[in-house]
């Protein structure tokens, strides 16, 4: 199947100049103009591999878009922007981007970063798929618990005081992994590596799922504790 890219930007021509070089390279394209008519095309089923986001926009900044959709989806998202600063790059990795590429670009190199994006999201992909795969011809324990807090990892489901709670693909595995290693220091390096996989992006993005977890999950209890200097540890009470 031909990978699908969604392009959103508010200038008409630039959209289709991005439509007619990612289209002559084989892969499926949708456009949209806004943030609200990229949503729209998202919660009506058109599932891209990738998005190329522009930040300026007319009403929801390609920020709050890229917010909004790393609640839900889980793709590569690459900044394409005329906007270079050192703090938009920071800004744009902070809220869950990708990679940020400047306007104007190179497309030889917008090509490679895609192609590469994609490459490291279909290896994931695939590792999660061998490891629950593994997981369920083994019959290991599916339900890891602790005190306040159950994970269960052949459903993706998390539940807190017996109540679930939603969370992305990405936050679940993030709390997995630190759940089985429960007790064990990791650098946001370590982290990065071994859920996300290498690659273009931002250790930022290991520390805002953090914080979003930690926003989820620990209303009467702690259970991620930064290590200052180091990383993040899983300190939850085994039962």
């Known amino acids: 199947m031909k990978d699908h890219v969604l392009i959103v930007d508010d200038n008409e021509e630039i959209l289709e100049m991005l439509e007619d070089i990612l289209g002559s390279e084989g892969y499926d394209v949708s456009t949209a103009v806004n943030g609200e008519q990229a949503l729209e095309l998202l919660n009506a089923g058109t599932k891209p591999n990738l998005i ?23 793709l590569p998202i690459l900044f394409l922007s005329a906007k270079g600063k050192a703090v938009d790059k920071v800004v744009g990795f902070e ?8 306007k104007p670009f190179d497309t030889e190199e917008l090509l490679a970063r895609i192609r590469a994006h994609l490459r490291r999201y279909e290896r994931i992909r695939r590792y999660s798929e061998e490891a629950a795969e593994k997981e369920r011809a083994a019959s290991s324990i599916t339900v890891l618990k602790f005190k306040g807090l159950e994970i269960h ?13 939603d969370l992305s693909t990405k936050e679940f595995q993030l ?9 064990i220091v990791f650098t946001r390096e370590q982290i990065y590596d071994r859920v996300w996989g290498y690659g273009y992006g931002s250790l ?14 620990e209303k009467d209890r702690q259970f991620i504790k930064t290590q200052w200097g180091t990383g ?3 300190i939850g009470e085994k039962v």
């Not at 986001?53 to 839900?72: A, N, T």
């Not at 809220?95 to 400047?102: E, S």
Request: charged share 25%; glycine share 6%.
């Open 52 to 74: 190329l986001l522009d930040i300026m926009m007319p009403g929801m900044s390609g920020y709050e878009l890229c917010s909004q959709i790393r609640r839900e989806w889980e």
């Open 95 to 102: 809220i869950g981007a990708d990679d940020y590429i400047t």
């Open 153 to 165: 990892k052949e459903t993706y489901s998390v539940y807190v005081n017996d109540q679930k709670v």
């Open 175 to 183: 709390l997995t992994f630190l759940a089985e290693n429960a007790g």
């Open 204 to 217: 930022n993005t290991v520390t805002v799922h953090i914080k979003n977890l930690r926003e989820k999950l």
């Open 232 to 234: 993040y540890v899983f």
